[in-house]
C-alpha cells in the first residue's frame, strides 16, 4: 500500500475505512493498478523515481460525500489532490503537486443540474465534461452553444478553474471569466455558496456574477482554497450565421499596424470570433488549422522560398519581403471570424475591411459564409471548436507521420501571456529563441506567433516535448525554468502551468517581496489550517510542509 | 495468404484470442457468450490495410467491428461514451499509437484501462498498435 507521507499504515487505513463508509467500498482506489490511472500520462518524469504519485483515490458522488471526505482527511492529516476528470495534459493531468496525496476524484460528480435556453446558462457539476454538456444541449435541441477548449474531453468545470479558454465569441473564450456562481466545500468541509448563491434559495446564481462584498470566484481558481462542487456558465445563443475572412498584409512592417486594427475592432466588439494569426511567407499556419498540417504535411515552398526563409533573422529579411511580394505570399495572414444575423456580420465585416485598408496593400478574402445551424456531419469540415463543437481531432498532431516521424511521449506547455502589439511578438520571439537555443530547448526555432486566445494580451502556447529519454527530459525542464525566469525578467509571465514548475511560475509573481505568495498562504493558513486540501497546488503550501517547497 | 496478412491475422487472433481465453482466466468476472468472452467491439482505423486485415479476421471469429479514421470524435460521441455509460464490455481494436492514447485517456472516465498492447513496428508510415481495453 502507497502511504501519503508522514501518515502510518495504521492511519491511513484508518481513514481508508472511513472514505469506504463515506463513498462506498468500490469507490476507494489503493491498488496500484487503480492507482496508476491518475499518473500524469504526460509526465516529465517519465521513467524517473521523482514522478508525483497519488497514494490512493476516492470518487465521491455528491456534495454531500465529499463534504464528508474532506472532514474524514482533516480529522487524519490526509493529504488530498481533488481533479473533475483531470484531463489537463500538458499542464499535470491528474497527478497531485504532492506526492503522496489521496486524488478525489469528482467525474462521477456528472449531473446537468440546469441549461437555461431562455437566459443561455447552464448549472454542472464538476464531473460534466464538454462532449456531456454539448450532447445534452443537442439530444434537446437547445438553442445554445457550449465554447471548449480543444481537445474537448476535459471537464466544463475543470478547465474554468484551472483558467482555460475556448475558440468562439470574446465573451465565452474565457471560461473563467464566463463562469457565473460556484458552490465550494471548504477544507473544514463547510458548504459555501459564491455570488447571489449565497442568498437561501437564490433566484438568480446564475445571472449576477459578485452578489454584495467580496467577489472571491477567483480564489478558487488555479489554488487549493477548496473543492468547486457546482459552477454556473453562461452559454451563447445560437447565432444565425458565421464568417470567416481573411486580410493579408505584405509587409513585416505590417504586424504592429495588423495587431492594433485586431486590438481596436475586438475592443468595440466589431468582430468577436477568435482572431487567428499567420504569416504564409514564414510558413507559419493559423492555429485553428495547425492540425491540417499535421494530417496533410507542410506547405510546399520553393527551393528559393525555403532558402531565404532559413537566412531570414527573427522572421525577416529584405530578400525575403521581396520574395514574398514577387510571388503574391503575403507575410502576415489575419483569419477573423463573426457570429450573428448575416446582415449584421456582413455590415461588421465591411467596417474591419474599411480600418485594414488604411494599411498599404491589404487584401481581403471571404473563405466560409454559413447559415447556422451547421450541419453536424459538414462541421468536420471546419475547425470544429469554433462551431461550439468538442472534438478530439487535435491528437492527430501527435501522431507519427513522414514529417512527424519521432512523435513525443507528451509535452509541457509553455504558455507566457505578453501584450497585444506587433513589437511585443517581435521582442517575445527575440528573447526567446536566443535563450532556447542556447539552453538546447526545442522552442521558437522559427519565427513564433501568439493565440488570440484572451482579449488585450496575447499568450504564445508551445509544446516542450517530453521523451523517452529521463536525461534529455531533465535538460528540458530545466531548460523549461530558465525560459519562465528571462521571461519574468521582461515582465511576462504564465498563465497557467504543470506542478513541477509552479513554483518557478509563482516565483515571477514576486512584486514586493512574494507578497502575493505570503498573501496566499497567510489565507492557506486561515480556512486550511491541516493543510490537507492539494498542497503545493500553484506553489501554495501549508504551514507544515513550506520547507519542502520544489 | 502471404507472410504479411499471416502475421496480421495472428495478431488479431492474439488479441482477441487472448480476451477470449487467457484473458478472461485474468478476468473471471467477466460476461462470458458460450466459449468465447464478450468482445463489445473491435475497432479498426480503416486507412491502414493492417487494421483492415486484423478487422477480417476478427469479423470471421464472429466479433463486431466498426472502422474510424484516425479521430475517435464521432466514435467516441456515437458508439462508445453512450456504451460505457451504461456499463458496456471490452473492446479490441487496431489503430495508430495516438488513436488509442485518446481511447485510453476516455476509458480512464469509466474506470477501464489498457489491458493488452501490442506493438506493431513499421518502416513507413506510422507504426500501429492492437489492444484490448477492460475494466
Redesign the interface.
Given at each position: 500500500m502507497r502511504l501519503p507521507p508522514g501518515v502510518t499504515p495504521e492511519e491511513f487505513s484508518r481513514a481508508l475505512a472511513e472514505f469506504e463508509q463515506a463513498v462506498g467500498k468500490q469507490w476507494v482506489f489503493t491498488s496500484d493498478e487503480d492507482v496508476d490511472l491518475y499518473r500524469d500520462a504526460y509526465s516529465p518524469f517519465l521513467h524517473e523515481a521523482e514522478e508525483r504519485v497519488a497514494s490512493a483515490a476516492v470518487a465521491p458522488s455528491s456534495t454531500e460525500e465529499v463534504q464528508q471526505v474532506v472532514r474524514i482527511a482533516n480529522r487524519h492529516r490526509i493529504p488530498l489532490y481533488a481533479i473533475s476528470t483531470g484531463k489537463n495534459l500538458g499542464y499535470g493531468g491528474s497527478a497531485p503537486a504532492y506526492s503522496g496525496c489521496v486524488v478525489v476524484d469528482l467525474k462521477r460528480m456528472n449531473r446537468i443540474l440546469e441549461v437555461n435556453e431562455a437566459n443561455a446558462f447552464a448549472l454542472v457539476e464538476p464531473g460534466v465534461s464538454y462532449f456531456d454538456l454539448y450532447h445534452h444541449i443537442q439530444e434537446r435541441n437547445l438553442k445554445v452553444w457550449i465554447d471548449c477548449p480543444d481537445p474537448g474531453w476535459g471537464s466544463v468545470v475543470g478547465n474554468a478553474i484551472d483558467r482555460g479558454g475556448g475558440y468562439t465569441s470574446a465573451n465565452y473564450r474565457n471560461h473563467f471569466d464566463s463562469h457565473c456562481g460556484m458552490e465550494v466545500v471548504l477544507p473544514n468541509g463547510e458548504l459555501l455558496r459564491t455570488g447571489m448563491g449565497a442568498i437561501p434559495n437564490a433566484k438568480t446564481w446564475q445571472q449576477y456574477k459578485s452578489g454584495c462584498g467580496p467577489w472571491i470566484d477567483g480564489i478558487f481558481s488555479q489554488s487549493n482554497f477548496g473543492i468547486v462542487t457546482k459552477m454556473g456558465f453562461w452559454l451563447m445563443p445560437q447565432p444565425e450565421a458565421y464568417l470567416r475572412c481573411t486580410v493579408s498584409l505584405p509587409r513585416y512592417r505590417d504586424l504592429g499596424p495588423l495587431v492594433e486594427t485586431l486590438n481596436y475592432l475586438e475592443n468595440a466588439r466589431i468582430t468577436s470570433g477568435f482572431p487567428d494569426i499567420a504569416s504564409p511567407l514564414n510558413g507559419y499556419p493559423p492555429l485553428g488549422q495547425i492540425q491540417l498540417l499535421f494530417e496533410n504535411g507542410p506547405p510546399t515552398m520553393t527551393e528559393e522560398h525555403q532558402k531565404l526563409l532559413s537566412e531570414a533573422v527573427l522572421g525577416y529579411s529584405s530578400e525575403l519581403e521581396a520574395y514574398g511580394l514577387r510571388a503574391g505570399i503575403a507575410y502576415w495572414e489575419l483569419w477573423l471570424s463573426f457570429y450573428g444575423p448575416m446582415e449584421v456580420i456582413e455590415a461588421q465585416w465591411q467596417a474591419a475591411q474599411r480600418h485594414f485598408a488604411k494599411i498599404d496593400g491589404a487584401k481581403f478574402r471571404i473563405i466560409d459564409r454559413l447559415s447556422l445551424p451547421i450541419d453536424p456531419t459538414k462541421v468536420e469540415q471546419y475547425h470544429e471548436p469554433e462551431f461550439g463543437v468538442p472534438s478530439l481531432r487535435v491528437f492527430s498532431i501527435g501522431a507519427r507521420t513522414p514529417w512527424n516521424p519521432t512523435p513525443s511521449k507528451g509535452h509541457m506547455w509553455f504558455s507566457p501571456i505578453i501584450p497585444r502589439t506587433g513589437e511585443a511578438i517581435i521582442e517575445a520571439n527575440r528573447v526567446f529563441s536566443e535563450a532556447a537555443r542556447d539552453l538546447g530547448m526545442p522552442l521558437f526555432r522559427t519565427f513564433t506567433l501568439p493565440a488570440c486566445f484572451w482579449e488585450r494580451s496575447f499568450i504564445f502556447i508551445l509544446a516542450t516535448p517530453v521523451t523517452e529519454d529521463p536525461a534529455t527530459n531533465k535538460r528540458y525542464r530545466e531548460g523549461f525554468k530558465k525560459l519562465i525566469e528571462i521571461g519574468g525578467r521582461h515582465g511576462w509571465g504564465e498563465y497557467r502551468t504543470a506542478p513541477v514548475f509552479q513554483k518557478t511560475v509563482m516565483d515571477v509573481y514576486s512584486f514586493n517581496d512574494h507578497v502575493l505568495r505570503r498573501f496566499h498562504e497567510t489565507l492557506k493558513d486561515a480556512i486550511d489550517p491541516n493543510g490537507i486540501l492539494s498542497p503545493g497546488r500553484y506553489d501554495i503550501w501549508p504551514k507544515h510542509l513550506r520547507g519542502t517547497r520544489t | 495468404m502471404d507472410r504479411r496478412t499471416f502475421c496480421l491475422g495472428s495478431a488479431a487472433v492474439a488479441v482477441c484470442g487472448c480476451a477470449d481465453g487467457a484473458f478472461a482466466a485474468a478476468y473471471p468476472g467477466a460476461e462470458y457468450s458460450g466459449a468465447a468472452i464478450a468482445l463489445d467491439l473491435v475497432l479498426f482505423d480503416s486507412r491502414y490495410a493492417e487494421c483492415r486485415s486484423f478487422a477480417a479476421v476478427a469479423k470471421h471469429s464472429g466479433h463486431a467491428t466498426v472502422a474510424f479514421q484516425?479521430?475517435?470524435?464521432?466514435l467516441?460521441?456515437d458508439t462508445l461514451?453512450p456504451r460505457w455509460a451504461a456499463g458496456g464490455g471490452m473492446i479490441a481494436g487496431m489503430t495508430?499509437?495516438?488513436?488509442l492514447?485518446?481511447l485510453?485517456?476516455?476509458a480512464?472516465?469509466h474506470?477501464r484501462?489498457v489491458v493488452m498492447r501490442i506493438e506493431h513496428r513499421r518502416s513507413?508510415?506510422?507504426?500501429l498498435v492492437s489492444w484490448v481495453i477492460g475494466s
Open positions: - | 484516425g479521430d475517435v470524435t464521432r467516441w460521441y461514451r495508430s499509437p495516438s488513436s492514447f485518446c485510453e485517456q476516455l480512464k472516465d474506470w484501462r513507413l508510415g506510422g507504426d
